[in-house]
């Protein structure tokens, strides 16, 4: 995963994200980081709260580059997923 500085280029990722305050807040200010697949085409998308180990995770669920990163997470993540 890619750490990108164009958080509003994922944004369409999160939009049905059920608590989508948390989710604006990482799009919206300097707070986490932003990760992707692909800085060119996004497939998956993770917001992080690196502080808390906790991440959302947009896109598609089902992409490669999705099960990767959710194995690389470390043992205590807490991770959400935002419907699409």
């Known amino acids: 995963m890619i750490l990108i500085e164009d958080r509003q280029r994922v944004s369409e990722l999160f939009e049905n994200y059920q608590w989508n305050y948390l989710a ?9 980081e932003v990760l992707v697949d692909d800085p060119d085409s ?7 709260l690196p502080d808390l180990n ?17 194995a690389s997470l470390p043992g205590r993540s807490f991770l959400m997923f935002a419907e699409r």
């Open 24 to 32: 604006e807040a990482i799009l919206n200010s300097h707070h986490g």
């Open 54 to 70: 906790l991440m959302i995770l947009g896109g598609d669920p089902s992409h490669p580059a999705a099960r990767e990163y959710i």
């Open 42 to 48: 996004p497939n998956i998308a993770a917001l992080r």
